[in-house]
């Protein structure tokens, strides 16, 4: 039987090839809460991959079943064969994560099986807060469960900020499948539908909805900015600093988000989070 120091190692190498920015985020964090990091990042990174490995939601669903079943502890089964599953839950146990809020990010993430469209700015940041927002107040629980408690604030509007920028980095991608995370209100505010973006004819308005889109990000990280986050949490945060280069190219470069790769390169992404560590600030 793999002890939970083995199973976390073996997190700690998955998320390397799943999420290098926060497999580089652990490496940034204190080494005892290492292991502890990885096995959640690599619960989510197992959640944002899903829609890559089905092609129906159906089992994709069964999917996101089975991490519901782990988490609420209905599964069958040992979870000897399942190392990340294992190290989830003994970082759970050890850490006293909510069950709940992981079960809920479990289900808020079906909504990516699906070509449904955001409705709102509302329901954008309610998805944003149960994903990326709350990895980064479970994060901040398992490196100091104090200082993560005074920044739950802090942690909200970080993670729309990631989740938005994720998604304009995703664009390309998501246009392909027909998905698109745009709120239909901001798309109706710039004259434009969902057919109608995602078609990319018309690229003026297109522009201006992704100008906006990516202004709501900034919004949000200048907020996640403006407060005090302890030195404690900070490698929680960490991720979240390569938000502002997206952000920004987005709002530059417009419709062309649509074709075009927004993302910097590795070398660049890890010097941002380390000079971010250094000055104790994202």
């Not at 959640?47 to 996101?64: N, S």
């Not at 990340?84 to 994560?97: D, P």
């Not at 901040?140 to 970080?158: F, K, Q, R, T, V």
């Not at 990319?200 to 005090?228: Q, T």
Request: with cysteine.
């Amino acid at each position: 039987m793999a002890d939970p120091k083995t199973n976390q190692e073996i997190s700690l190498a998955t998320l390397r090839d799943t999420d290098r920015d926060r497999y580089l985020a652990c490496l940034l964090s204190p080494e005892d809460k290492r292991g502890a990091l990885a096995a959640l990042y690599a619960f989510n990174a197992e959640l944002a991959r899903i829609r890559d490995l089905v092609h129906e939601p159906l089992p994709g669903e069964i999917r996101m079943q089975y991490w519901r079943d782990l988490l609420e502890g209905n599964a069958r089964g040992s979870t000897e064969a399942n190392p990340l599953a294992a190290a989830l839950l003994s970082t759970v146990e050890a850490h006293r994560l909510p069950r709940q809020t992981l079960v809920n990010m479990t289900e808020a993430r079906i909504f990516d099986l699906y070509d449904d469209p955001m409705e709102s700015r509302t329901s954008l940041e309610g998805y944003a807060g149960e994903t990326a927002s709350a990895l980064i107040q479970l994060a901040g629980l398992i490196l100091s469960p104090e200082a993560a408690m005074n920044c739950a604030d802090a942690a909200g509007h970080a993670g729309v900020a990631q989740a938005i920028s994720g998604m304009l980095l995703l664009m390309p991608l998501h246009r392909r499948r027909g998905q698109l995370y745009i709120p239909l209100e901001i798309l109706k505010a710039t004259g434009l539908d969902r057919e109608t973006f995602l078609a990319g004819a018309d690229k003026p308005r297109i522009s201006a909805a992704i100008e906006a889109f990516a202004g709501l990000g900034r919004d949000h990280l200048a907020k996640a900015r403006a407060a005090a986050i302890p030195p404690s949490v900070l490698p929680a945060f960490l991720p979240a600093t390569l938000a502002e280069p997206v952000l920004v190219k987005a709002q530059k470069r417009g419709a062309a988000v649509l074709e075009v790769s927004l993302q910097e390169p590795q070398w660049r992404r890890q010097l941002r989070m380390a000079f971010a560590g250094m000055r104790k600030k994202i």
